[in-house]
């Protein structure tokens, strides 16, 4: 940062730091939920395993959700599960964060006063900006004091709270428009997650710091939440079951397994294959871009690349998954019964479909498949509400996500992409994929491969960060991914004509 910013800006920022510093024993004084016996034992823990204390902390954290789960899916329906879920949640981040949790509170009650005061119309609009606009000073204070690194720190849980309160403060507008019965298409199309009244305060930190979600996500919709809570997701109103209620044994383990092989992989295969300096990721050169690297052939390179985003992956694959089995033990990742009394499924609680992802035969599924909960975020409350616009859409996940160039270098490269495949989809596609076929077709293979290949080019920034790595790293490649699309761009749009319905 020293390179980037004035002396005049670095000593007006360090003194607001220190400013904000000045109230960390206050912060520190309100850890109260974790005993002094339990860190220390952490400690000893993490000194044993060689893993660091913030690591070790997160992962014990999400494992102890499960024992959480089974607890609260064993507590009678109503306020005492608002309250468990609460207090545990609050429990999960100052065991994670330490006194950084009280962001979360902080952010939490902020958001509730507005609800209170503000009418609908105004909140929605001036809740997102507070959201925003903390989590942009957490992002920007994380880039100043460590920057490139990956250090725990209330970021993390920052960014599913302001999906949570984001989503709030349009749920509480649409049910107003509903209830008034005036005419908003966005408003209709959301419907299914308007809320008419706001949630009382247990209620609403509750969801907010919901144990099950407050570390990893998924950040699904408040009237999920509330349905698991007070039980009309299985029961109707008179106590009768709205179905024949699946049992959650199958639900929890499938993806609380999968959440154990994929930390193996991760461990295991970064291990392997690192893409940045195992000794020093924040100061060294990347693995994949030192002199000896960069001396092999060219296939060989872009294979280990690509095996070595694979296996980043899987730590999020792992906190996923293991976030959804905790979910499924208390139901709150069960989609419920449709009107026959069928059930939905359980896909609620699910932000990853790693085979459908890892297969995606184009942009769209890879992005609907992939953090699913965030995606449902962006296309309910910034997509439809913005008209439709990609540039909107993307821009605010490279926002949210933080400041870091490489962010931005992936997420403004994707309508480059998503313009090729729908150009390839008006003038390709009828005269080549099979009538009836899926993606496991020819052409549906081919259609998988280039997907990967090319997204795998553009991705790699959003792992490396920085600027000038993420431009040395597209250099090494020779542009290719960027070259190759405007060129198919070109060359589809001008010289191949859209296939007339007798062609097809």
């Not at 089974?70 to 879920?85: A, C, D, N, R």
């Not at 509903?178 to 930190?205: H, S």
């Not at 044994?249 to 092989?261: D, E, G, M, Q």
């Amino acid at each position: 940062m020293e390179r980037v910013l004035p002396e005049a800006a670095h000593a007006v920022i360090g003194k607001a730091i220190d400013f904000v510093y000045s109230y960390g024993p206050m912060a520190e004084s309100t850890v109260v939920l974790v005993p002094k016996f339990v860190e220390h034992y952490v400690e000893q823990l993490a000194e044993s395993t060689g893993f660091d204390v913030e690591t070790l902390d997160y992962t014990l954290g999400m494992f102890l959700c499960y024992p959480l789960g089974l607890i609260m899916y064993m507590l009678p329906y109503g306020k005492l599960k608002h309250i468990f879920s609460f207090l545990l949640g609050a429990f999960l981040l100052q065991f994670t964060i330490g006194k950084q949790w009280v962001h979360q509170m902080i952010t939490s009650l902020a958001v509730y006063f507005m609800f209170l005061v503000l009418p609908p119309a105004l909140a929605k609009k001036v809740v997102p900006v507070f959201l925003m606009v903390y989590i942009t000073l957490g992002h920007l204070h994380r880039q100043y004091i460590n920057y490139l690194g990956y250090d725990m720190d209330f970021t993390g849980p920052q960014m599913v709270i302001t999906i949570k309160l984001y989503a709030l403060a349009y749920n509480l507008y649409d049910g107003h428009l509903l209830k008034k019965g005036i005419e908003d298409r966005a408003a209709k199309k959301c419907a299914p997650w308007a809320v008419t009244e706001l949630p009382g305060l247990i209620e609403f930190l509750g969801y907010t710091f919901c144990f099950a979600t407050v570390l990893a996500g998924p950040a699904y919709e408040y009237k999920s939440y509330a349905a698991a809570c007070d039980g009309s997701l299985l029961y109707k109103p008179d106590g009768k079951a709205r179905g024949k209620i699946p049992s959650n044994i199958l639900p929890t383990l499938k993806p609380f397994l999968v959440s154990l092989v994929c930390m193996g992989a991760f461990v295991v295969g970064s291990g392997k294959f690192p893409l940045l300096d195992p000794s020093d990721p924040q100061t060294f050169t990347p693995v994949i871009l030192t002199d000896t690297f960069l001396d092999k052939p060219w296939v060989n390179r872009y294979a280990y690349q690509w095996l070595a985003l694979f296996f980043v992956r899987q730590k999020y694959y792992f906190a996923w998954k293991n976030a959804e089995g905790a979910n499924n033990i208390w139901y709150a990742g069960f989609e419920g019964f449709d009107a026959d009394g069928n059930v939905k499924g359980w896909g609620n609680a699910c932000n990853i479909d790693i085979i459908a992802f890892e297969t995606a035969p184009n942009v769209k599924t890879l992005s609907a498949m992939w953090n699913m909960k965030t995606a449902n975020w962006l296309s309910r409350y910034i997509y439809i509400r913005t008209g439709g616009s990609l540039a909107a859409t993307y821009g605010m996940s490279a926002f949210w996500h933080g400041f870091y160039p490489g962010y931005y270098m992936f997420f403004m490269s994707v309508p480059l992409i998503t313009a090729c495949e729908r150009i390839g989809r008006k003038k390709l596609t009828p005269r080549f994929a099979s009538k009836g076929g899926g993606k496991w077709t020819p052409w549906g293979l081919v259609a998988i491969l280039s997907t990967s290949f090319v997204v795998e080019y553009m991705v790699c920034p959003f792992q490396l960060l920085s600027f000038d790595w993420a431009v040395a790293n597209w250099k090494s490649h020779l542009f290719f991914g960027h070259i190759l699309c405007i060129a198919f761009y070109v060359i589809i749009s001008n010289f191949v004509p859209t296939p007339k319905k007798k062609e097809v």
